[in-house]
């Protein structure tokens, strides 16, 4: 056990509260996703090349940088593919994974976003959780463990999601638009991410749209979302949201309908779809569109409320969705209010918080 100084703390670690000065473990050292682990930069990038710090700021990455971050796994169709090693020790060389700080080894680059941060392990992070004692045990990411037997209850709140047909289909831009109208109408709204890799932004800006509490899965100690976990996590969140008595409740079902982080998982199960009282789809063009109506009507059962993303970035898109699927489209960059509008109508608030309340 040695101390060492850190110069930039990753937001996966943010349950648990780091300065800059930690003491680390450097022997018999757990390889398991979540442990927390100080790793050096050996590598520069001139791409993709940051990192979500604690208090949400984005930070450049160099080589030489002492960083902290927590091991975990990651499949994304447009970044880094990577997995826990299966043993860990100091002096292991590892890659950074995401700009969240999810730290293991690379199996499959994005040519975009070009080769990832070589990083060398220098040791695990202890926390001293017995008072009085100086006995240090590995830190893990997360305020508490997820529980698998999590029931569900949304105590009669409206819940809307948000879903996808793949990465980067505009998801957090609608989930933004949508929150922001609700405000402007006076509801009070709260928001979670269910699915994903750990990275606090997307509900960063959706507080930032005026969503008063927010979750995310890291929060329960869930570095990147499987289909073993997706439902638990999702009712988890519902329920404890839901206890704080919002109007309405937005969620971010990370990724795509078909991806590997648990999104079909979560929407294959009938109490979370009984608990949905609107599903907005985000897609990246029109066949996207097409497909993903048809997934959610004919697999799923859920007839979408509205569609969006961009598919819907000119009038062509959003005429094609409108006439060939017969469901509104809205852009949520140029037409945001309307988007809200129509979820708004859709989820049955309409006449308890009225157009003219608008500020």
């Known amino acids: 056990m040695r101390t060492i100084v850190v110069d930039k703390i990753a937001s996966i670690t943010q349950a648990c509260g780091l300065g800059h000065e930690v ?15 100080v790793v050096e930069v050996l590598t520069s990038k001139s791409n993709y090349n940051t990192l979500e710090l604690t208090s949400g700021r984005m930070a450049k990455v160099n080589k030489g940088d002492i960083v902290v971050g927590a091991l975990g796994h990651r499949k994304a169709l447009f970044g880094y593919s990577g997995h826990v090693p299966p043993t860990l020790a100091a002096g292991d060389i590892i890659n950074m994974l995401n700009i969240g700080g999810v730290l293991g080894i690379c199996d499959s680059a994005n040519p975009q976003h070009g ?3 070589e990083c060398r392990v220098l ?12 006995i240090g045990v590995p830190a893990r990411a997360g305020f508490r463990k997820l529980d698998f037997e999590a029931p569900l209850d949304a105590q009669g709140v409206p819940v809307v999601a948000l879903a996808g047909t793949c990465m980067e289909a505009g998801k957090t831009a609608a989930a933004c638009a949508m929150v ?6 006076g ?6 991410k269910a699915t994903g890799v750990s990275l606090r932004r997307d509900i960063l800006a959706m507080e930032d749209a005026g969503a008063r509490n ?3 899965f890291t929060d329960l100690g869930v570095i990147t979302t499987t289909r073993a976990v997706g439902p638990a996590l999702t009712r988890t969140m519902i329920t404890e949201l839901a206890a704080k008595k919002p109007d309405v409740i937005v969620f971010e079902l990370g990724d795509g309908i078909l991806g590997t982080y648990g999104v079909d998982a979560i929407l294959d199960c009938a109490d979370i779809r009984s608990a949905l009282t609107g599903v907005v789809l985000s897609a990246n063009d029109p066949v ?21 993303g961009p598919s ?9 969705i409108r006439q060939q699927m017969n469901v509104p489209a809205f852009n949520a960059l140029s037409d945001g209010a309307a988007l809200g509008d129509c979820v708004i109508e859709a989820i049955g608030l309409a006449g308890k918080f009225p157009v003219a309340a608008a500020h």
Do not use: Q
């Open 180 to 185: 922001s109208r609700m405000r402007h109408r």
């Open 187 to 192: 509801l009070v709204v709260d928001c979670f």
């Open 312 to 320: 819907t970035d000119n009038a062509v898109g959003v005429d094609i």
């Open 23 to 37: 003491r680390i473990a450097t022997d018999n050292l757990p390889s398991e996703e979540g442990v927390v682990v």
């Open 288 to 308: 996207a569109a097409w497909g993903g109506v048809k997934l959610l009507r004919e697999r799923f059962k859920v007839e979408p409320c509205a569609v969006t």
């Open 214 to 216: 927010s979750m995310i």
């Open 123 to 134: 040791g695990v992070v202890l926390t001293f959780p017995y008072l009085g004692e100086r």
């Open 115 to 117: 080769k990832p941060f």
